[in-house]
């Protein structure tokens, strides 16, 4: 009998346990069009690589700015309308997923992405994905600028989806946009690997310089080194001969039918240059292709 209790125990410890252990893919929402866009995506990949959903809408409560301030809806009607709304979203992923993904839902109170700062430090998860409106202007992107400041300040994978863009058929050709430069402190070799593993993927380096321009004595060196370092995964190298980085990856993306962009946006200071205006089509909110911004 007392075998049979502590089965009963370490069944039980085990489930729990796997919800953590459990590859687990984090979607915020706003309810918006864009964001069910990015969460349909999540829960085909979350399908693909048998991984759990996490949907998280951050609510505020809204305040008129008069003489005197005043509470235009109650912190409980919001919450309430926010767990119902999730509670309708998990229903419809249950039914078109047809029950293969686990899903769970939480509501908070508070500014997002320090709300979506501390999910993901419970969590860990594989990946937080978000939607982006594509239309220049980082005042357009979905919640303001909670995509980009998610990129910036989340030590996680975010990966970033275009409008309309479906999973389709999964991720099959991920490209990475390598500069060659300080390659053995700067790129996250082993998370590519994993994720070219994990998607069973084919692997293509993505190098834009126009005339050599940025071509160094040290190049080929560097270019050795990454080769070495991705050897094992056959990695497939292309030389972009582009003025504009972020216009060349993303031609090129296009062109070759790359279902996952891996970008350093540090590293490249794609994140300064969402800030101005003058810029040209930025990597992230103009790509038509999913791009996931990884940290070095």
């Not at 235009?72 to 997923?97: F, G, M, N, P, Y």
Request: glycine share 4%.
């Amino acid at each position: 009998m007392r075998q049979v209790i502590v089965m009963a125990w370490l069944l039980i410890y085990i489930y729990f346990t796997n919800i953590f252990i459990m590859k687990t893919i984090i979607v915020p929402t706003d309810f918006s069009p864009v964001a069910t866009n990015a969460m349909n995506f999540a829960a085909d990949m979350a399908v693909n690589i048998k991984a759990s959903l996490m949907l998280l809408h951050v609510y505020q409560v809204p305040v008129s700015m008069t003489d005197v301030p005043v509470v235009l809806v109650s912190a409980d009607e919001l919450r309430k309308d926010s767990e119902l709304k999730l509670k309708e979203l998990k229903e419809s992923l249950a039914h078109i997923t047809s029950d293969k993904v686990k899903i769970y839902t939480e509501a908070r109170m508070g500014d997002i992405v320090d709300e979506l700062e501390d999910v993901c430090k419970h969590i860990e998860p594989f990946a937080v994905i978000m939607g982006t409106k594509g239309i220049s202007g980082v005042e357009r992107m979905l919640f303001g600028s909670t995509t980009l400041t998610a990129i910036r300040h989340l030590k996680w994978p975010v990966i970033v989806v275009p409008p309309g863009k479906e999973y389709g058929t999964g991720i099959k050709k991920i490209g990475f946009a390598c500069d060659f430069n300080k390659v053995l402190e700067n790129t996250p070799v082993q998370f590519i690997r994993n994720m070219v593993r994990e998607f069973g993927a084919e692997l293509h380096v993505l190098n834009v310089d126009y005339e050599q321009r940025h071509f160094k004595p040290e190049t080929p060196e560097e270019s050795l080194m990454l080769h070495t370092l991705l050897e094992e995964l056959d990695p497939k190298y292309h030389f972009i001969n582009h003025k504009d980085v972020e216009d060349g990856i993303n031609e090129f993306a296009e062109t070759n039918n790359i279902d996952l962009l891996i970008t350093i946006p540090k590293k490249h200071g794609l994140l300064d240059n969402l800030f101005k205006h003058s810029s040209t089509k930025e990597l992230v909110t103009q790509s038509h292709v999913p791009v996931m911004c990884v940290h070095e």
